[in-house]
């Protein structure tokens, strides 16, 4: 069975600090990794995605993530939030079926 | 605009009383989703469809039920058998079936039962 960890279930930073928010699946096929964010009000929306090739992806407005292999891990990072960033993100992991398993989500709150 | 409706955002039902939920997208896609979204639980997969006439049970299917009769329609009927049936219901599609394929999501719509 599939399964998704996000460790970080509120997160709250200041404005220019950095981002790093923790996810680890469990999967034993082929991962395809996703990460994507529910800004207030709006739908949620793809953020990143990884499948194959080069381990750090990058995604919109300046998110990035790395897949590492050997720990499971999908973290996404940020180098300077801003207080736009402030939604829910949620890491999922897709199986080669189709089915879509998604983690409890991170809360991220940015202070002006 | 392409894109996916679900209707209405709020429902309100009685106790006992099966609900369908609509959710239809015009992007020409072959696979659709239901997830359950409910505080501290992120989204849990009740149903997918990858093709029309077929579908598969998620994690969470128990007193649901789908259809998937056009390929731009997938309903999801919350039956009197969901012991637990007031959360956010989310619908969702991707172009293809198979895992490499982003979600496109909905609104949502809000389902409260009294």
Not at chain 1, 47 to 53: A, I, R, V
Not at chain 1, 74 to 95: H, I, M
Request: charged content about 20%; proline content about 4%.
């Amino acid at each position: 069975a599939q399964s998704v960890s996000q460790h970080n279930h509120h997160v709250i930073l200041s404005e220019a600090a950095s981002l790093e928010l923790g996810c680890n699946y469990s999967y034993g096929g082929t991962v395809n990794l996703f990460w994507y964010v529910q800004y207030p009000g709006q739908h949620l929306q793809l953020l990143l995605k990884y499948f194959s090739g080069d381990p750090l992806v990058k995604g919109i407005k300046g998110f990035e993530a790395e897949f590492i292999k050997s720990k499971f891990s999908f973290n996404l990072r940020k180098p300077s939030v801003q207080w736009s960033d402030t939604a829910e993100y949620f890491c999922a992991v897709n199986s080669n079926a189709g089915k879509s398993t998604f983690g409890d989500g991170t809360t991220l709150t940015v202070k002006p | 605009d392409g894109g996916i409706t679900q209707s209405p955002k709020y429902l309100f039902r009685k106790e006992g009383q099966n609900v369908t939920l609509s959710c239809e997208q015009n992007l020409n896609h072959d696979a659709m989703y239901w997830y359950r979204q409910d505080p501290g639980q992120g989204l849990r997969l009740i149903y997918y469809s990858q093709i029309v006439n077929d579908f598969q049970k998620g994690d969470i299917a128990e007193g649901y039920s789908v259809s998937r009769e056009k390929k731009e329609s997938f309903p999801l009927t919350v039956t009197s058998a969901q012991k637990n049936p007031t959360a956010f219901y989310l619908c969702a599609s991707s172009k293809e079936r198979g895992a490499y394929n982003e979600q496109f999501f909905g609104p949502g719509t809000r389902l409260t039962v009294l």
